[in-house]
């Protein structure tokens, strides 16, 4: 621990990610509706609460229909934060974004919540209680080699370990700590899912830019003492500070 | 069992064509048949470093797109003749370049040579991209100098991704071959030194090609180095990085040009 440095606080940016349900709806509209609604009948509090998105790739809608769908939803208490796959001439003004790309994942099941379904599922014996889940490990993700220029490792799950060099032009994002075994030459961005606890390790600090939690530096801004050192990196009252560890 | 070998490096002008050529011919001197592939379609340039321009009848493109048959297509080099020349086509673009094209291609080639050498373009692009696809090993040329070294690490990270082989989950052969070399200059610190560049890309090196009047000549002439005047110090360089490609072990030296007493006491070239 010879070396600390302090840096000065910068604009902070974090990657967040929300879960929203993408709404597809078809024609006809009036069939659609009529299903809908009944869905709403069935489980009127799916919807609270919820980031929806609509996608209306099938339906090649202008900007009337469009707005007219959109104000019928919010009628149903459907608010509409996006939509996929509308014409840009029927975006604009007062419309949500165009939105495109997002991974499929899993939603929940709307749940039956008439009178009747309550009291079916009341009635059901109630099963075993659900095995006590072990405790596990923290995601992490190892890379045995070199990571060169250009490539990109993204890992937003947890920890990453390169066993080799990050080269200039490389870049490893990982949602936990990050260690180089190896000259750091490239970008590291650590704890990018709002980690502040987050770590840099490497065994020789030549990187061009590091981060923990959005706070970053380059490498003009570094400590010129500690470069070509072993080196860690962490993140104390939004400060990155900088130690060797030779 | 046939060879590909692509000659790449991300960046324009460190040497690729000269290379190509010179490794080719310095393979077919030792008695393997060769075929040189370039395949900078648009910008072809290794029909002029052969000294076959004005010999080119159907090339690249038109065995790809089947307009062409291959033996049709092939350039015996009038010099040495265990050494083919497979031209670009110089007024098509990259794009006509199909990727099953060149897979069949490539496998006649295989049929028939023992190497088969592509001359990559530069960049990352399709051309580039489709050069490497079906390789089986690379020479990587780089110049001592840092945005050269970037670019061939970008490329060595391609080589170990997007080819045939490493789809497949193989080995892919990387050597780098270091050209352009001036030991003083690198002495001085206006160049990175041979150790430097092995630090940051770690292949292992197939030769250093010094700096050297010999290369551009030989270019002049339309023959490549190892045929033209095979004393210099490029073509000795050259030879025995041929040698290293065929497996034998030749320690690696930094051949230079013999100057004269005069040369060698007020020799230096102003930097």
């Known amino acids: 621990m010879a070396t600390v440095t302090k840096t000065r606080n910068s604009i902070r940016f974090r990657g967040r990610s929300f879960l929203a349900l993408v709404l597809a709806p078809e024609h006809p509209l009036q069939e659609w509706f009529v299903e809908f609604d009944d869905l709403l009948r069935r489980s009127p509090s799916f919807f609270i609460g919820r980031a929806v998105v609509l996608d209306v790739t099938m339906l090649n809608l202008d900007k009337a229909t469009l707005a007219d769908l959109i104000a019928k939803l919010y009628d149903r208490k459907v608010r509409v934060m996006g939509v996929e796959g509308a014409k840009a001439s029927a975006l604009g003004l007062g419309m949500p974004p165009a939105m495109s790309g997002g991974r499929v994942v899993d939603v929940p099941e709307p749940v039956d919540e008439t009178p009747e379904a309550v009291a079916a599922e009341a009635a059901k014996p109630k099963s075993a209680p659900p095995p006590q889940l072990v405790p596990s490990t923290a995601p992490s993700l190892v890379i045995d080699h070199t990571v060169r220029s250009g490539q990109s490792i993204v890992f937003p799950e947890g920890d990453v370990t390169v066993i080799g060099a990050v080269a200039s032009g490389a870049e490893i994002v990982a949602g936990g700590s990050v260690h180089v075994y190896g000259p750091l030459r490239g970008r590291v961005l650590a704890g990018t899912t709002g980690n502040p606890a987050a770590r840099i390790f490497c065994h020789k600090l030549e990187a061009e830019l590091l981060s923990i939690d959005g706070l970053y530096q380059t490498a003009d801004e570094m400590d010129a003492a500690l470069l070509g050192r072993p080196a860690q990196i962490w993140l104390k009252d939004d400060v990155l500070n900088f130690a060797a560890l030779d | ?271």
């Not at chain 2, 062409?68 to 003749?81: F, G, N, T, V, Y």
């Not at chain 2, 496998?107 to 489709?130: H, M, N, Q, Y």
């Not at chain 2, 170990?160 to 490493?166: G, P």
């Open chain 2, 1 to 271: 069992m046939a060879k590909v070998l692509v000659v790449t490096s991300g960046k324009g002008g460190v040497g690729k064509t000269t290379s190509t050529a010179a490794l080719g011919a310095a393979l077919a001197l030792s008695g393997q048949t060769v075929c040189v592939v370039d395949f900078d379609v648009g910008l072809r340039n290794l029909d002029l470093v052969m000294g076959a321009e004005r010999r080119v009848v159907f090339d690249l493109i038109n065995v790809v797109q089947g307009d062409a048959k291959l033996s049709q297509a092939l350039i015996r080099d009038k010099r040495c003749e265990h050494l083919s020349l497979l031209a670009a086509s110089q007024t098509r673009d990259k794009d006509a370049l199909s990727s099953e094209g060149v897979a069949r291609v490539i496998e006649e080639l295989r049929e028939k040579f023992d190497w088969i050498i592509c001359d990559s373009p530069a960049g990352i692009e399709r051309g580039a991209t489709l050069a490497m696809r079906h390789a089986d090993m690379a020479v990587v040329v780089t110049n001592p100098e840092v945005s050269s070294v970037r670019d061939s690490d970008r490329i060595i990270g391609l080589l170990d991704s997007k080819t045939m082989r490493a789809e497949r989950g193989e080995r892919m052969d990387k050597f780098l071959l270091l050209t352009r070399y001036d030991p003083a200059r690198a002495e001085r610190g206006e160049m990175l030194k041979v150790d430097d560049v092995l630090e940051i890309l770690s292949i292992p090196l197939l030769g250093i090609v010094p700096e050297s009047q010999a290369v551009l000549s030989a270019s002049n002439l339309g023959s490549p180095v190892t045929i033209a005047n095979p004393d210099s110090a490029p073509a000795r360089a050259y030879l025995d990085a041929a040698l290293r490609l065929m497996g034998i072990d030749v320690p690696i030296t930094v051949p230079t040009d013999k100057r004269s007493l005069f040369g060698a006491l007020f020799g230096r070239r102003v930097a």
